[in-house]
């Protein structure tokens, strides 16, 4: 599980960010050996802090490996706006407000507007703990047919939400700039910038047998949400040799406290829904692990946690300056 950084560390970034914003335009820092020497860090610390710097937007890798001020690279994008096209905003998840918090530091630093369109149909949702209704594909090309008209000029980029299907994002004729989806896609329409789904099931899976927790019930909520889904497959494959029991979920019909206190653990792949069954099974609920990795759960529960502000600040970084990104690492919080 990913360590928190130390007082060292944290003094080291921020020295280096203060570099960062008083070098001249276009120098480029002092090596990753005269760095180290300076913080008396190893060198492989001081590239990670950098490239941590670099996911947020601070700076940006040249080919030769130098790092430099992102504001060097990219000064035509400087002002212009970034664009999401996603879900109606009284339909955001915990998740899409944290991503969408991060994308907002990095325009504002850039003092680039960040326009959202909202799709009417791409889904609707009674309450956070009912079956979504999606937009099949056919419905959701003819919505960004209509949404195209409404793409101020001039966009740095465009961020799509993962509820987007492939075959939709093939057919408008988008004007130029980057592309991104979020959380989930093929990556052939745009570049997806989503956390590590494998390593956060491996994690809980290493976790659950370290206990010596046989008996596991997946709870699994609805059918139709690509990231939802795709975490359920990673886990089913994470927990190979246990016996696993899967629990199709209802608010209108949850599972019985009774079945539930047959097994040894839950693993829930929504967090707001995690919630549902704590709050409806205060007593004699077995371990609970939330795994979509909000912060919607706390202590004393186990859950996945995963930094959706820092991957909104990462995919409008690669927008608005160049900035390479790596999956989003999650950890798993063990309440002590």
């Given at each position: 599980m990913p360590r928190k950084p130390t007082q060292h560390a944290r003094e080291a970034r921020a020295g280096l960010l203060a570099r960062v914003r008083a070098l001249p335009r276009h120098a480029p820092l002092p090596i990753l050996a005269d760095l180290a020497r300076e913080y008396e860090m190893h060198p492989s610390t001081i590239f990670r802090l950098l490239r941590n710097l670099a996911e947020e937007g601070h700076v940006w890798q040249s080919p030769q490996g130098k790092f430099y001020a992102a504001a060097s690279r990219q000064k035509a994008l400087r002002g212009a706006p970034v664009c999401f096209i996603g879900r109606e905003m009284w339909q955001w998840s915990r998740l899409y407000q944290e991503i969408l918090e991060g994308v907002s530091e990095v325009c504002g630093a850039n003092g680039s507007p960040l326009v959202l369109l909202s799709s009417r149909s791409l889904v609707f949702q009674t309450s956070p703990t009912d079956q979504p209704e999606f937009a099949p594909p056919a419905a959701q090309k003819k919505e960004l047919r209509r949404l195209l008209g409404a793409i101020p000029r001039g966009c740095a980029g465009y961020l799509f939400d993962h509820l987007w299907h492939a075959s939709a994002l093939e057919t408008p004729s988008f004007p130029s700039?980057?592309?991104?989806?979020?959380?989930?896609?093929?990556?052939?329409?745009?570049?997806?910038?989503?956390?590590?789904?494998?390593?956060?099931?491996?994690?809980?899976?290493?976790?659950?047998?370290?206990?010596?927790?046989?008996?596991?019930?997946?709870?699994?909520?609805?059918?139709?949400?690509?990231?939802?889904?795709?975490?359920?497959?990673?886990?089913?494959a994470a927990l190979g040799g246990l016996a696993v029991t899967e629990i199709s979920f209802s608010a209108h019909l949850p599972p019985s406290a009774v079945r539930l206190r047959k097994l040894d653990a839950l693993v829930c792949t929504e967090d707001n829904v995690a919630e549902f069954l704590i709050e409806k099974n205060a007593s004699g609920l077995p371990l609970l692990i939330a795994t979509q990795g909000t912060g919607l759960l706390q202590a004393p529960h186990v859950r996945l946690r995963m930094d959706y502000r820092r991957l909104g600040r990462a995919a409008a970084a690669h927008i608005l300056h160049g900035t390479t990104h790596a999956a989003l690492a999650p950890a798993l919080i063990v309440p002590e």
């Open positions: 700039g980057e592309k991104v989806q979020l959380l989930w896609g093929d990556g052939k329409q745009a570049q997806v910038f989503a956390p590590d789904y494998a390593l956060g099931a491996n994690l809980v899976a290493e976790f659950l047998r370290l206990r010596n927790f046989r008996r596991i019930g997946l709870v699994l909520p609805f059918r139709g949400d690509p990231g939802i889904d795709g975490m359920g497959d990673h886990l089913r």
